[in-house]
């Protein structure tokens, strides 16, 4: 694995032990009040990071454009902004919601993004 699948896939590992540390903290305090970021966490950071991964694995010629790269930074860069803000949120802190907001709609962005770099890929004769 190498170059963007490989950046993905480190990022995936990094948003697992996370959000496991989240969700052992959770259990061991009885305190469940982060139960959306430990879950945004393990989705949209553990599991979504996976796939992109494997899908630049499987389609290296597609890896290799500028638009993957791209691709990984915005999601990457809203992704941690996106895990930070709920939980800072979530920890009674309101103020955070537009950092949070700004960062949900990027996350969004790089998903639109992923699909027009993958949809023409898979779809391809």
């Known amino acids: 694995m190498q170059g963007v699948a490989r950046n993905f896939f480190t990022l ?6 996370c959000g496991m540390a989240l969700g052992l903290h959770m259990a061991i305090s009885a305190d469940h009040g982060q139960m959306p970021t430990h879950a945004h966490t393990m989705v949209a950071g553990w599991l979504m990071s996976a796939v992109f991964a494997f899908f630049y ?3 290296p010629a597609v890896a290799q454009k500028t638009l993957a790269v791209v691709h990984f930074w915005l999601t990457a860069i809203s992704g941690i902004g996106l895990m930070i803000g709920l939980y800072v949120m979530l920890a009674g ?4 919601e537009p950092v949070l907001g ?9 998903m ?3 699909a027009f770099i993958a949809l023409p890929a898979i779809w391809k004769n």
């Open 112 to 114: 639109l993004l992923f």
């Open 102 to 110: 700004i960062s949900s709609m990027a996350f969004y962005a790089g």
């Open 12 to 17: 995936a590992i990094i948003y697992s032990l």
């Open 57 to 59: 694995h499987l389609f």
């Open 93 to 96: 802190h309101p103020a955070i």
